[in-house]
């Protein structure tokens, strides 16, 4: 694997890392790490890369990288610089014929995500978007529990993601997070419904099995002078008219990640909390509450894919950012072998939700900038 | 005490009987317990009480015992009928000279809101209302906090209350309690929202310390058939500007009493769930979260005086019940006295609560009715 | 009834109080509330008794109350006295046929023991002892969920319960609680063991259903100074060579009263504490584990005739506390009406639970002075 | 790094492995995964390692390795063996210069682990021994917390460590991890105890800076016909005279690896488990309690060092035991570069307490041999 950003200090690109590493089934083997050179050949030293391979600019990895022997080239190509700096690289990583693993949201706005689709759409490479939740273990025993029927239809998806960390101004220090995640020229439209909403309601479609329609929201700016939001709620409708309510915050102070998702049918619902993760809440109104555990012998097939440890050894944020890893690795694997890829059971999220996340991003600024009005979501 | 409603087979009227009965200070000496004489016979036999003290209406309770001499005669009365039945007994009541607590919401429609408000200002006679939750020390504890202004201004409010009791259609079997909150001609405009929703609104006002100037809701029918709304979620605007989101469902399966409210401020916040509630989260950017606890020595005068037994033993529902009769049941004794009573240590809720709680539930139907638009909350 | 000990200022004697109100079944017509006459006097004005039934001494009040037409006289006696003072009032009760409710332990000694239980069994009257704790609901349904065999046979036994309030030597200054407690003159041979460890040996009898034959204790005092044990543990064989594990302590600063049982069989196991006491911890080796809950539809007939409200309404320790009570209370009731008290359902702890917990006072002493051997218990 | 051990189809070399890769700062280059050398051959395939360096048995890697120039050959031996097969290679490899990491307990018997300290102290070459649950930040936090006598003098150390998985005679089927484990000659003198009773143990001396000196236990085979212990309790008495209790099962059905930590001190006390890692809990008599998490900006700088993401990113069991491999790692580049490793932040359990280990499993056998008596700990 080749990477773009994820230079010394960064936050993201150091995560990606550690679960690329996990599994031992891939290798960071070249990188363009920043825009400052320096700053790049420092980064692929700590990294024990090969000098030679440590480039100054995304364009020069790419071109480069795709001229070596297939044997000696990246494989693939791990885009984790901030959203604007999203859309070329991925362009032109695709267009020299390399599968591409991309932070969240896709990119900067709809022009990019349309771009990336047919782009996507024209080679035929595969396109990872790391929506890490859903890599959770117990997430996917949400989505299968929910598709097995046992709740009955869907009435109400609940989706919240508090944070704190926005709470003060810190975008005034020198705090490199929050400097471009709240600046409009490198985040994009929106700032918390951008960052963290856009988890919820990946996580909220994931689970319920269903595509949010259309949204009403309340997007605020609540600390004075900040130019983007940071803190969000939506009313969003999902396909077949299901209710769901989202409310998401970067200053909820005291809240680390808190991304809850809470699912209802007719016979029972379900509910998952980031605080506690290897736990599956399961609630009927006639019956016990059941706690579904990761690593268990009886959960789902893709719940025990996706988990590394037997029941009791718990896995976490790392484990789960893995599993987009593993499973797109083991899908560029299957490609090559010739063999078919389940993506029921070792799924990741790509290039359609990416899009769909762009719309929804859209969507919830266009209600609040109309006056907190319905919205349709366009794909 | 003299109790109208209640007959046996009715859930909160018992319950309004244990509250009454726990700290020893109250004594039922005569109700109307049921429209059907025979009820209430039965039930004050079952409650040990004389039987000409036991009236075939509340017309006739009223009546009779103010003629009796001021020794032997009720103190107050406590009104535990459905909705519709609550405006008439109440102003009956004040009008012969007794005080009146009421279960909630205060009534049927606004009109009758304003009609008790006037009564009571009329007469000066002092009237409680029951939103039991607000009677958790844990509550009380809370609302000091904020109040200290430790947590700096206020930020955000999240109001929930999921229940899963109405997730089937059970309004037709023969569930007497069922069957007249889904019945518009009992329970008035509305079924979740008010019935649950005011006591979700009325505890983000209590701890928050503001009122709600305006709402913009999402109501719904989501069982098939039902008469009013079993699910409703609004975005609510207090006073200078603060966001609020209210969820609450009587159809969210496997939930019980799930009422959680969390306030957010600059410097902090705070959480609190029925499911646990002698603990209070409060929570910080830069130091550990904290867990306060009922019957500790640290909390303030109010939450102390609001518990009964040291650390260790816990408190629930009834006691918070209790807490409402207690601190009523003290006020009244104050009046007798000439003394002035501590309304920020031994609070209840009181008329204003009641009309405002009312109006909300207008707003809150309204802002539906009208396509999701924002709604002015005019008392 | 008739209450023994409880003056202004006494902790448990206001929670027998609280406990025997809560159901409107129970009136306190008398008291002898301490030894000095005008404190008692004291108490009974705040109590709102009659004078004069309000006695200087538990000896007058039981000779005068066995004089009164039965119409008229208490039903029964409460005693909440130290419990240097509880044989005497209770001989002196029986002796004069009323039946008895009395706090735990027992009493002083064996001796004291042994006398009691010859005189209940001489007499035939009913004898409460308030094991507070086996009231709770979900701790009835343990009881009943290993009763019914679901677990297999029993293999292990946990039992703990910390507190931290003697965590420094609070005896010295005048804390009530703490003087008696920790005075081997008033409490007998153990402090910290006979003050909650027997209540943490009762629950683990109580809902595995066996009895304690033998212990090893490691009984300490660990604040210089103390003149009785303030941590104590011990190994307890049930019958059938079950092994368990005792634990409880007054020193672990920072601890309610977080009494905790656990129970493993051959299939599963069961943990419920004090601190979520609504919730009944049901674990499965190869399922899912569940969540019982207080006031369902699905738990046993025991656990819904010891609560109140239905699911969601937390019930707390003076519900549980009240469940003696109200079960003593319908026994003697039963007992007039000449009708069968069904046990199983409306159980109380009894003569054979105090003497036997006697016994456990002394061996678990006996076998920490002897050495840390095995000690058989006699009762 | 070289691998003895884990070969396909192992628990603990996987995990050994993943915990290995996740910093990419160690490399595994060779190994002797089986007895079986087609099974060794197998695994190195699957681990895309160089065929030339996949070995027949562990002499032929170590001679082979130590024969390579210093720049290709491996820089430790990783030993993932069953505890029969530990002693032997780690002697081996010591002599040949690698420094080991070895999976707990350090090996078969006393004679072995003398053996063993001889040939570290002889060499001078790191060994580390992966008590896992101390690699978690917050048990590093909770040491720290203890160490800075902010708790006053340590007065009662509680550990436990109840598990399910042996609830049935499954060494009777063909399950590979019970069968070594239940069997004397591979396992050595305890099972149960010596299994996770020693993790338990070392957890308590961690975190409480104090060594076990005596121990009286009550060892049990509960399961008929089970060779080895499957429950152990013990008390156990630290430095100082502090008491201690240990309890451990694998008969605890419907437990998982559910170790915890409780030590309490004259000011205050802490509890940490394994369910929930990321968060320790720190209780006060007179305040608050307080929850100390992972990965925020509060904790001590052991903590911070051995976590990799803010808080609210959930780490998990790997990473506890990467920080094992992580620190070690650092180690030995520290020797190489001839600079200092700071032990107090980034430690790892070494040769010490691997003999202290295997001489507490000496005495809690020997204990309940000899009539569950105190026997003192020699190392």
Redesign the interface.
């Known amino acids: 694997m080749g990477m773009i950003g994820g230079g010394v200090g960064a ?1 993201i690109g ?2 990606h ?2 679960a690329a ?4 089934q891939i290798e ?1 083997v070249c990188g363009a790490f920043s825009r400052d050179p320096a700053t790049s050949k420092q980064t692929g030293k700590e ?2 890369l090969d000098e030679s391979r440590v480039y100054d600019s995304f364009k020069q990895m790419i071109e480069t990288e795709a001229g070596l022997p297939e044997s000696q080239r990246m494989d693939f190509v791990s885009i984790v610089t901030p959203n604007h700096v999203h859309a070329e690289p991925a362009l032109l990583a695709l267009e020299h014929g390399f599968p591409v693993i991309i932070d969240k949201p896709l990119c900067f706005n709809m022009e990019e995500a349309y771009a990336i689709r047919n782009k996507v759409n024209e080679t035929g490479l595969p396109l990872a978007l790391t929506h890490t939740y859903t890599g959770y273990p117990m997430i996917k025993e949400a989505r299968q529990l929910v598709k097995s029927g046992k ?1 009955g239809a869907i ?2 998806v ?1 989706m919240e993601y ?4 926005l ?2 101004k810190i975008e005034d220090s020198d705090q490199k997070q929050a400097s471009w995640r709240t600046d409009p020229s490198k985040s994009g439209k929106s700032g918390a419904y951008g960052d963290i909403g856009t988890h919820a309601a990946n996580m909220g479609e994931y689970v319920s099995g269903l595509q949010i329609t259309k949204v ?1 929201s ?1 997007v ?1 700016k ?1 600390v004075p002078g900040r130019l983007l939001d940071d ?1 969000a ?1 939506a ?1 969003m409708e999902f396909e077949g008219g299901v ?1 769901g ?1 989202l ?1 998401v ?1 970067q ?8 991304i809850r998702v ?1 699912v ?6 379900l509910e998952w909390t ?5 736990t599956l809440l ?12 990761t690593g ?3 959960v789902s097939e893709a719940a025990q894919a996706n988990s ?12 789960a950012f893995a599993n987009i890893y593993k499973n797109f690795a083991m899908h560029l694997r299957a490609i090559d072998a010739g063999i078919t890829h389940n993506m029921d059971v070792y799924d990741y999220p790509g290039i359609e939700d990416g899009v769909h996340g762009m719309s929804l991003v859209e969507a919830v600024i266009e209600s609040t900038e109309k006056g ?3 919205v349709n979501v366009t794909d």
Do not use: C
Request: aromatic share 14%; no cysteine; glycine share 10%.
């Open positions: 936050f150091a995560v890392r550690l590493n996990l599994d031992g960071l990294l024990f709740f009435r109400k609940m508090p944070q704190g960390w709470a003060e009403l309340m605020k609540i803190d709620s009313f209710p309510v409310t915050s200053v909820s102070a005291g809240e680390e990640n808190a809470r209802y049918g007719e016979k029972g619902g980031q605080r506690d993760p290897n399961v609630k009927w109104n006639d019956a016990p509450d059941e706690i579904y555990r268990t012998g009886y590394r440890t037997p029941a009791g050894h718990p896995e976490g944020y790392l484990e907190n009005i319905w």
